[in-house]
């Protein structure tokens, strides 16, 4: 059609107060998502995120630190439907 998207914010959600940086974001499925960020100390950190349906409300499901020597240049990819797969520089 053509037509102009919009965007509009509804909610913010602060993730990490210290040292978030080097952040990659992937939809893991229509209401859940995947963001590998390299944190404090840069270790490496994995959080899941959900979205309501509506887009009203962003929920952080959980945070996993993956690596506490050296968690950057993050890179994910969608393996399967649930399932993605995240490597990093181990340098």
Do not use: W
Not at 6 to 18: D, G
């Amino acid at each position: 059609m053509g037509g102009r998207r919009r965007r509009l914010q509804i909610q913010t959600l602060v993730h990490n107060t210290s040292n978030g940086r080097e952040s990659l974001l992937v939809q893991e499925n229509a209401d859940s998502y995947v963001l590998a960020y390299t944190g404090p100390d840069s270790d490496g950190f994995i959080t899941p995120f959900t979205i309501s349906d509506e887009g009203s409300t962003l929920t952080e499901v959980a945070t996993l630190e993956y690596d506490t020597l050296k968690g950057t240049a993050n890179s994910l990819v969608q393996v399967d439907a649930g399932f993605p797969c995240r490597a990093d520089s181990a340098g």
